[in-house]
């Protein structure tokens, strides 16, 4: 157990709907990262917070968007959902923004769009 | 941009054998830092060993051990004594050592082991 939690494990929905990803980091982590694993694209970064502030994107769609709050919890929103939003979506924690420590991994949420 | 190659799509060894995954990278910056991850078929991200790019010595991790060229750009694990649960797909990654920089991991494309009895 790496001590990020993600909810929900399983979310399964139709085209053109809303859903929320959350995550909790482990205690005391201030930087979430997420990030999306598709048979297609493999393992890629969306975007990273620090302390409440977004500090770095990557290849996120503008359907989608995320925010981190006070508690450092954070949330990805995808709206607007395709077939091709299918994947596995990973939040990541680690203690600070120093490029050494550790990033420890949710479990995932497995999102289908049927 | 940083890019990360694993050439091996699959492998295949032997338990109790010795196998080594392949990883190439390309970056023009000096100093980051390396890592290869494991993910069993629960699809947890876990992490098996970290290299440090300003460091010469190849980091070990009990029967995981890399080999890290710097100058070639590649980061090879070898994986000791195989056993039943290394079986995995396994990530290669990279992380920019700029404080300033996005902290994110660039991986590859995974290599999925399969460990035979």
């Known amino acids: 157990d790496s001590g990020v939690t993600q909810t929900p494990k399983h979310l399964i929905t139709a085209t053109g709907q809303r859903v929320t990803l959350r995550c909790s980091p482990r205690?005391?982590?201030?930087?979430v990262y997420w990030y999306q694993q598709s048979l297609d694209q493999g393992l890629q970064f969306l975007i990273q917070?620090?302390?409440?502030?977004?500090?770095a994107k990557g290849n996120i769609l503008e359907r989608f968007s995320a925010q981190q709050f006070p508690d450092l919890h954070s949330e990805l929103n995808l709206s607007s959902l395709e077939l091709g939003d299918s994947a596995l979506y990973f939040c990541?924690?680690?203690?600070?923004?120093?490029?050494?420590?550790?990033?420890?991994f949710g479990p995932g949420t497995r999102l289908t769009v049927l | 941009a940083q890019t990360v190659t694993q050439s091996q799509p699959e492998m295949s060894v032997q338990e109790a054998e010795t196998v080594t995954l392949s990883c190439t990278y390309d970056?023009?910056?000096?100093?980051?830092?390396l890592f290869w991850y494991k993910q069993p078929p629960s699809r947890q991200m876990i992490l098996v060993i970290r290299?440090?790019?300003?460091?010469?010595q190849n980091a070990t991790e009990n029967r995981f051990s890399v080999n890290f060229q710097k100058a070639a750009k590649s980061f090879s694990l070898k994986i000791s004594d195989s056993q039943l649960g290394d079986a995995a797909m396994y990530f290669c990654?990279?992380?920019?050592?700029?404080?300033?920089?996005?902290?994110?991991?660039?991986f590859g494309q995974g290599t999925r082991l399969t460990i035979n009895p």
């Open positions: 970056t023009s910056e000096s100093d980051y830092y």
């Open positions: 290299q440090e790019a300003y460091k010469q």
């Open positions: 990541a924690s680690t203690s600070s923004g120093r490029p050494y420590n550790e990033q420890f």
């Open positions: 990654a990279y992380r920019s050592g700029l404080i300033q920089g996005a902290q994110k991991l660039v």
């Open positions: 917070y620090y302390n409440g502030e977004e500090r």
């Open positions: 205690s005391g982590d201030l930087s």
